[in-house]
Nanobody
Framework: QVQLVESGGGLVQFGGSLRLSCASSSFTLDYSTIGWFRQAPGKEREGVSC????????DYAASVKGRFTISRDKAKNMVFLQMNNLEPGDTAVYFCATALHLNYCAGYGFPLEGYNNWGPGTQVTVSS
């Protein structure tokens, strides 16, 4: 199976920044569309961002657009989520996952059923 692992989470103050990483030692992430999701306590998992494998198009949830940036580093086989201007509402466990289709990204609305191979998640906590 594909093994993904997230890193980079932590505790930051309102307005701070974090850079999350998604990596795999057994799979070439560039072969897949990659999504970032998050889940806060008592809430459903929601899509945050994605980057397409087919055309490198990206998409963002309205709540993070303009503050978060998703990117790839093919040489490092990693996908990043740069999170700036963090707010308490961003507090959640953040997951990366591979999409079942190459173009499951912009315009697809982050369908949970369209992703698999979830990482274990990394905690992001934003204090107020």
């Amino acid at each position: 199976q594909v093994q993904l692992v997230e890193s980079g989470g932590g505790l930051v103050q309102f307005g701070g920044s974090l850079r999350l990483s998604c990596a795999s030692s057994s799979f070439t992430l560039d072969y897949s569309t990659i999504g970032w999701f998050r889940q806060a306590p008592g809430k459903e998992r929601e899509g945050v961002s994605c980057i397409s494998s087919r055309d490198e198009s990206t998409d963002y949830a309205a709540s993070v657009k303009g503050r978060f940036t998703i990117s790839r580093d093919k040489a490092k086989n990693m996908v990043f989520l740069q999170m700036n201007n963090l707010e308490p509402g961003d507090t959640a466990v953040y997951f990366c996952a591979t999409a079942l289709h190459l173009n499951y990204c912009a315009g697809y609305g982050f369908p949970l059923e369209g992703y698999n191979n979830w990482g274990p998640g990394t905690q992001v906590t934003v204090s107020s």
